[in-house]
């Protein structure tokens, strides 16, 4: 199969600080990530897609020096939510693919909560 | 933009019975759509790809089907089992063809023992 994890599953931090969250493929080389949120009852919203060494590309109305994704090798990637305020609460969700087509299966990890007090 | 709905926010059924959900969208029409489950408190979990010109899809006993006149997709569970409660979401390409996805609000399903 394939698998992807995310750290840490819950996080809660105080309004101004950063929160950094993993995603890890960890049984194949992810040549793309995605990373979404989810607010509760609502739909997976897409924030980001990001290809392994190149910069993120962000859906429009995400700011992306808020949202700061890395994507340092083909089986890891970060979301660095700086500057955390309470409205960025949400349930964040990477996935990842094995190719580049439009096709390809996206793997999702299990989430991570984001509470900001 | 792509607009995605889902018939009902939520859906009761009674075990054995055939759940079916439905997916429309509006604008543009997309190459292929997909449907998904998740769990509360989980990410969502691949279940099935439909591309535009197949009409039906079939796992085991989830069955989709995919109308790009009425630009709709049903998403059929039959002989139901309380382990299938959970919320299904369909999601569709972007409409630059592009390898992310959009996805529907979902449809919260629950099947009655």
């Known amino acids: 199969g394939a698998v992807v994890s995310q750290h840490p599953s819950w996080v809660i931090c105080k309004s101004g600080t950063s929160v950094k969250i993993e995603c890890r493929s960890l049984?194949?080389?992810?040549?793309?990530m995605f990373w979404y949120r989810q607010f509760p009852k609502q739909s997976l919203m897409l924030m980001a897609t990001s290809n392994e060494g190149s910069k993120a590309t962000y859906e429009q109305g995400v700011e992306k020096d808020k949202f700061l994704i890395n994507h340092a090798s083909l089986t890891l990637s970060t979301l660095t939510v700086t500057s955390a305020h309470p409205e960025d609460s949400s349930f964040y969700i990477c996935?990842?693919?094995?190719?580049?087509?439009?096709?390809?299966?996206?793997?999702f990890g299990p989430g991570t909560r984001l509470t900001v007090l | 933009s792509q607009k995605i709905e889902q018939n009902s926010e939520a859906l009761n059924i009674q075990e054995g019975k055939t759940a079916t959900l439905t997916c429309n969208y509006t604008?543009?029409?997309?190459?292929?759509l997909q449907w998904y489950r998740q769990d509360p408190g989980r990410g969502p979990v691949f279940l099935l790809l439909?591309?535009?010109?197949?009409k039906e899809k079939r796992k085991e006993r989830l069955k989709v089907t995919f109308d790009t006149t009425l630009k709709q997709s049903l998403f059929h569970i039959t002989a139901s089992q309380p382990a299938d409660s959970a919320t299904y979401l369909c999601?569709?390409?972007?409409?630059?063809?592009?390898?992310?996805?959009?996805f529907g609000t979902g449809t919260r399903l629950t099947v009655i023992p």
């Open positions: 439909i591309r535009e010109n197949e």
């Open positions: 049984d194949f080389q992810a040549t793309t």
């Open positions: 604008n543009y029409s997309p190459a292929y």
């Open positions: 999601a569709l390409e972007g409409e630059t063809g592009a390898n992310n996805l959009f």
């Open positions: 996935s990842a693919t094995r190719g580049t087509t439009s096709t390809d299966t996206q793997y």
